[in-house]
Each structure stands twice: as C-alpha cells, then as structure tokens.
C-alpha cells in the first residue's frame, strides 16, 4: 500500500511563544533558536524584523515609549524610502575602487557612501578591462564632459538648421542614434537665444490622410519677394508621405508653368489619381476649360477644387514652414540664388528633415519609398547615423507594368495607360 503526500498543515504559534523566540535570538542567534523552539528560520527572521520596525515606529509617535514591550503582532514593516541615484565619474571609482583593495569593500562603502554592490560591479567590469573583453569603469569622459557633448550636438544642428524648432532639432538628434529630451534641447537652445515664434494656430477637428502614396497630390504657389523682384514658387506636394513631388519658381502665376512642373514630376514620380489645389488662375478658370484641366483630363486624374483653404492644409503648413526655414533665414542676393537654395532644401526636406506627422523619425522618403519600417528598425538599433541614408538607387516607384484586366493585357508607362495594340 502506498502512502499519500498529505499537504502539512500549518502551525499556529501563539504570543509567547514568539516572545520566547525573539527573547531567544539575542544569545543565541536566528538559526539556534530556530533549532531550539522548532520554528523555520524564516518565520524567526520574519519576526525579528517586524518587530524591530514596531520598535521604530513606537519610537516615532513617543520616545518614551520606544523601550516599552511590544506585542508579537506588529504592523507590516515600512519600505526604506530610495535615495536618487547618483553618477560617478571615472576618477571618483577609481578612489573608491582603490580604498576598497586596500581596506575592503565595507570600509569604502562607509567612507564614500557607495552601495557595496555597485563595488563589486565595478570591480568585475575593471577585471574584465584587464583582459581586454570590455570597457573599463574608471576611465571614460565625466558627466560634464558628456552634457558639453550633448549641447554641441544640439547647437550644431540647429546652426546647420536654423529654421527648426526644439521638437523637430530633437527628432534630428534621434534618427542619428542621439536621445536627448524636448525640454532639454528647448533649454540649451533658449541659453544660445533661441526664441519661439509666435504662432496662432486655428483648431480643425477633421483630419484626412491619402492611403498610398501617388493617391493625392496638393498643390499651391508660396509668394515671396527677393529684393525687388517677386517670386512665386509652386509646390506639389503627395499626401500620403510630405513627399515634394515638384516646384517651379517664375515672376506670376501662369498655368505654363504649372503644366511644365506638373509633366516633369509625372516623368519622374509617376502620375497621381488626384491633385488637389485653390481656385487660382493658374489652376482653376472660371469660364471654359484652363489648360491645367486639359492635361488632366487627358491623363485621366481626378482634378478637386479645395472649397477651403483647411482642405489643402498639409501644402498651407508646408509653405508656412518654408518662410520659417529657408526664407526668413537666409538673404538672398538675386531669384537665381533663391532657386539654388530652394532646390538644396527641398531635397533636405525629403531626404533629412524628420516631419512630426510620419510619428517623428521618418523624412518623407522613408514613407514615399516604401522603407519606413527598415529606417525605424535602423534607428532603433542604433545603426542610422548622419549621412548614412538608406540607398535608394535599388528603390523606384512602379513606373512601367503590364496588367491584364478580364483577359485584356494592358501597357502602363509613368503612371498612363498606352493604346497599344497586343497581339494574342
């Protein structure tokens, strides 16, 4: 017949003969008088500590009463309160270090206040150094040295970028493996005189996004004025990924332009399903057709009139960020250096500069290309780093394809169906 494991009931003990085990392990100590009484050493060393915090809050609430007896049944024992955690520099554990090889590890921990096992940690990494297998605690720069660094970074991105604020220089510093905190970058900025704009922002509760990119373009012209001469620079911009398609630069707004910079960015990105813009005179006529309609209509995009100005709002914010980042920072000395630098920003502004509406890290290549999710495991493995863009010489977007639609092959060519006859 076999025995069952019957489960052991537990032992009730009652007020004095805890006394008489508290009473016990101030001669002979925990484990002794555990074996003496018959109590598990972890219920002695659970009363002990009880008691020892009852001592100390009776010592509290009345001095007087700290040397009084107290019951066995104290009230559950108060979490120390956890001091800030401290950062040393080099020299300061190479003291400590030292003082514990020669007087111990408890002597040093006395001395400087040092956790005894942030000691042996210490000790181990140094160990490890010796071999060659890894970094050494004792040298390395001092934390001053590292916030030097750290607003270096920050000041030098913002001299290189002006026009960007604490946010969009913190975002920066992040896609190159740099992390620094909003508030950090606005104090170092603001001790360099960085002053925020003023901005009146409108509140809008409606909010779109196109699905794909090539799904909706926007477009708009950006009136500016260099020296005497006035400049309307046109943008096109994709919806889905901020991505600027095309611009054009002339003195008016004339729709010979816009079909121009309109049939180069079809050339190169491919054609839109639709564009999206005001009622300019450039676009949009009043009476008859305007000859921004007529190529549309012979490419078959869907053409939508912005009945306000919130509709094309992604272009109207990027224009606005065009004044703050390029025009009113820098002077130029004639329309032929303004297209210069319009062309060298435009390309920083899709290939470097991190835009808040991709979640922060993302340039609007990332999302336009299609290699969003390879960049954010990049950065977040510590791999991206300035000038280190992904190649995008292996990336196009799908400018030539053959379809069958119910058995009838079609030929696609930058975004256009051709009238090519195939033969079966």
């Known amino acids: 017949m076999t025995a069952t494991n019957e489960p052991r009931k537990r032992r009730q003990y009652t007020d004095e003969e805890r006394a008489k085990v508290v009473a016990a392990v101030k001669e002979v100590g925990v484990v002794e008088a555990g074996l003496q009484h018959d109590v598990p050493q972890t219920t002695v060393s659970t009363w002990i500590r009880r008691a020892a915090a009852a001592a100390v809050a009776a010592a509290a609430k009345s001095p007087t009463a700290a040397t009084a007896s107290k019951p066995a049944t104290s009230p559950r024992r108060a979490r120390p309160k956890a001091r800030p955690a401290r950062r040393y520099t080099p020299s300061e554990k190479a003291e400590v270090i030292e003082h514990a090889a020669t007087d111990g590890v408890s002597a040093a921990h006395e001395k400087f206040g040092v956790s005894r096992f942030a000691i042996y940690e210490w000790k181990r990494k140094l160990a490890t ?46 896609r190159r493996g740099i992390r620094v905190s909003t508030s950090t970058t606005r104090r170092v900025m603001q001790d360099a005189g960085y002053r925020p704009p003023k901005v009146r922002r409108e509140p809008h509760d409606e909010r779109f996004e196109a699905v794909r990119p090539n799904h909706l373009w926007h477009l708009d012209f950006v009136h500016r004025h260099i020296h005497r001469a006035s400049t309307f620079t046109l943008i096109l911009i994709d ?7 095309g611009h054009g630069v002339d003195d008016a707004e004339r729709s010979e332009m816009v079909v121009r910079t309109f049939e180069e ?82 390309h920083w502004y899709n290939h470097g500069r991190t835009h ?21 495991a990049r950065i977040e493995a510590g791999a991206q780093r300035e000038g280190d863009d992904l190649d995008l010489r292996e990336r196009a977007l799908e400018l030539f394809k053959v379809v069958s639609k119910n058995g009838v092959p079609e030929v696609w060519l930058f975004g256009q169906r051709l009238n090519v006859p195939l033969g079966t």
């Open 265 to 346: 960015a079809v050339e190169r990105h491919g054609k839109p399903e639709r564009v999206m813009h005001d009622r300019g005179a450039a676009f949009w006529s009043w009476r008859g057709i305007s000859r921004f309609t007529e190529l549309l209509e012979e490419m078959e995009i869907e053409q939508v009139v912005a009945q306000h100005k919130e509709h094309n709002g992604k272009v109207e914010v990027f224009n606005a960020n065009l004044h703050k980042e390029l025009f009113d920072k820098h002077r130029f000395y004639d329309v032929a250096e303004m297209k210069r630098r319009l062309s060298a920003h435009l």
């Open 356 to 376: 808040h509406a991709l979640g922060g890290l993302l340039v609007p290549a990332d999302r336009y290309y299609g290699r969003a999710a390879e960049v954010l």
């Open 239 to 245: 919806d889905c990924a901020r991505y600027v398609t």
């Open 129 to 174: 150094a010796a071999k060659g297998e890894g970094p050494s605690p004792t040298s390395g720069p001092s934390p001053s040295d590292i916030e030097k660094q750290r607003d270096g970074e920050i000041l030098g991105e913002w001299k290189k970028h002006p026009g960007l604020g604490p946010s969009q220089i913190k975002n920066q510093l992040r």
